[in-house]
């Protein structure tokens, strides 16, 4: 079936780790998305990208790194200099850039700083 | 800055009741606003109200698009226990991507 596959589900880091968060689709989508969820608060848009080898910062990109190597995969770095990485972390896509359709959803990753 | 604000960030009910969930924004070059449910994890798609189509119908849920008064709101009739989720509003903005901009979110508890 065709959809979103983000990995790992959860993950534990400690201070001053580098750590990846994997987001694959299928869906042939051309345009892709990171946010971040926390508690009482609306999502947040982290990067996106619209083709390979392109990519944008969004609302909150500081301490954060993307690639965009294949149209397939988008993962999300979270660096060291994050200072409060601790989130749900959501990827999505869309098609067309996103101009005619919703965004699908992957199921998220959710990381925890000890 | 764009904003969206929904309300109440919280709803306990009782199963068969009817809800209004609220929706306001304020966004340069408005392109649409959408509506997704969240019960775990993914959020899942709703409903998407732009300009040529400001009312929606699912069922039990509709949502409707006020552009004078920059505001939608959701409604749920007959709800069930399997309605309880977060239900979050975004509104699509600017130009090229699908950049969203999401409001907190409306937790809705629908007990038996």
């Known amino acids: 079936d065709g959809g979103i596959t983000q990995s790992p589900k959860y993950l534990f880091r400690k201070e001053g780790q580098n750590v990846t968060l994997s987001c694959e689709q299928n869906?042939?989508?051309?345009?892709m998305y990171w946010y971040r969820q926390d508690p009482g608060q609306g999502l947040r848009l982290i990067y996106y990208?619209?083709?390979?080898?392109?990519?944008q910062k969004g609302d909150i990109a500081e301490g954060y790194s993307v690639s965009r190597e294949k149209k397939e995969s988008f993962p999300l770095t979270v660096t060291s200099a994050q200072k409060n990485p601790t989130a749900f972390y959501l990827c999505?896509?869309?098609?067309?850039?996103?101009?005619?359709?919703?965004?699908?959803f992957g199921e998220g990753s959710r990381l925890t700083v000890l | 800055e764009d904003k969206v604000v929904q309300s109440p960030l919280s709803l306990v009910v009782h199963e068969g009741d009817t809800v209004t969930l609220n929706c306001s924004y304020e966004?340069?070059?408005?392109?649409?606003l959408l509506w997704y449910k969240q019960e775990k994890k993914a959020p899942t798609f709703l409903f998407m109200l732009t300009s040529s189509g400001i009312e929606k119908k699912s069922g039990r849920l509709s949502s409707i698009l006020d552009k004078k008064e920059l505001s939608s709101i959701l409604n749920i009739t007959a709800t069930q226990t399997g309605d309880s989720a977060i239900y979050l509003c975004?509104?699509?903005?600017?130009?090229?991507?699908?950049?969203?901009?999401f409001g907190q979110g409306t937790r809705l508890t629908i007990n038996p």
């Open positions: 990208s619209q083709i390979v080898n392109d990519f």
């Open positions: 975004a509104v699509a903005h600017g130009q090229g991507a699908q950049k969203l901009v």
């Open positions: 869906l042939n989508h051309d345009a």
């Open positions: 966004v340069t070059n408005f392109r649409s």
């Open positions: 999505a896509s869309s098609s067309a850039g996103g101009r005619t359709g919703e965004l699908f």
